[in-house]
């Protein structure tokens, strides 16, 4: 197999990208304080045309040249809001009618595996901190906490990372 190049690979501008419609799922990340994990997490979710990434608490906001040196530009097409309160912001969304999907490990969380969107279902997908994960009174409102599988000596995976795994399941 032959590699394809740049030619190949050709996608959209930004004006193109933000015209389409996108799938009804959101990314809230609840104080991600690595500013190249919020830019993977921007990237992630151009690549599978996410609705918008929602950051709260103190998770770091563009411009910033380390968000933009992982989002690579990713952080000008896809759509994003500030909130200050991530329990606040979930609440409202989950008062819209939107799905909160928490990203954790907890006592009776769903496997990735088995979570299947149904179409047309508007989800948001809750990211955490990199040390104390998503908020306990964000995971205490959750429709659903899914928890990635893993098998090896260590606990979890880097927040963007999972935020990927995840996203790909859910889409």
């Known amino acids: ?37 919020v830019g993977a997490i921007f990237r992630t979710s151009d690549a599978f045309l996410i609705d918008s990434v929602i950051l709260c608490g103190i998770t770091g906001r563009p411009p910033h040249p380390e968000i933009a040196k992982s989002a690579l530009g990713a952080e000008e097409s896809v759509a ?15 008062e819209e009618g939107w ?6 490990q907890t006592h009776g969380s769903l496997s990735l595996r088995e ?27 959750a429709d659903i906490c899914l928890e990635i599988p893993q098998y090896g000596t260590k606990h979890s ?4 990372c999972s935020a ?4 790909w399941q859910i889409v």
Request: glycine residues 4%; proline residues 1%; charged residues 30%.
């Open 80 to 94: 994003w809001s500030y909130a200050e309160d991530a329990l606040a912001e979930t609440l409202r969304l989950k």
């Open 1 to 37: 197999m032959k590699k394809k190049n740049i030619i190949e690979l050709t996608r959209c501008d930004v004006e193109g990208y933000r015209a389409m419609e996108k799938l009804p799922v959101r990314v809230l990340c609840d104080n991600v304080r690595s500013m190249h994990n």
């Open 157 to 160: 995976l880097n927040v963007s």
């Open 164 to 167: 990927a795994i995840a996203l």
């Open 115 to 141: 979570y299947h969107r149904r179409e047309g279902e508007r989800v948001v997908l809750v990211v955490g901190n990199e040390v104390e994960g998503v908020d306990q009174r964000i995971v205490d409102i």
């Open 99 to 104: 799905r909160i999907l928490v990203l954790e």
